[in-house]
């Protein structure tokens, strides 16, 4: 089993910064992929960035130029780095990790509990 513990979130205006983080915990042999999406209030959960064990990266355009995600394999942990915040930023982020467990094992998704973010204006 994995799991992941996300850090971070809060209130902030619009404009600010915050940083998220998340590590993973648990019987990992690798993580080829860990990310972060967000569900805004009455809306579907999205994708807001993610970034490969080599460190490729990909952003949805909302946050494109402004956030930044990063990642230390050592330590299995995931940040998301997020300026010029807007209040269509509002959401509850989650953290996404596929995980091996096992050199031939299957990968497998698991999520964080979520973490809140508001943004006023």
């Known amino acids: 089993q994995v799991q992941l513990v996300e850090s971070g979130g809060g209130l902030v205006q619009a404009g600010g910064s915050l940083r998220l983080s998340c590590a993973a915990s648990?019987?990992?042999?690798?993580?080829?992929?860990m990310g972060w999406y967000r569900q805004p209030p009455g809306k579907e959960r999205e994708l807001v960035a993610h970034?490969?064990?080599?460190?490729?990266?990909d952003y949805a355009d909302s946050v494109k130029g402004r956030f930044t995600i990063s990642r230390d394999n050592a330590k299995n942990t995931v940040h998301l780095q997020m300026n010029s915040l807007e209040p269509e930023d509002t959401a509850v982020y989650y953290c996404?990790?596929?995980?091996?467990?096992?050199?031939?094992?299957?990968?497998?998704?698991?999520w964080g509990k979520g973490t809140l973010i508001t943004v006023s204006s």
């Open positions: 648990g019987i990992i042999f690798s993580i080829p992929s």
């Open positions: 970034i490969s064990s080599g460190g490729s990266t």
């Open positions: 996404n990790a596929v995980v091996r467990s096992t050199l031939i094992g299957r990968a497998t998704d698991y």
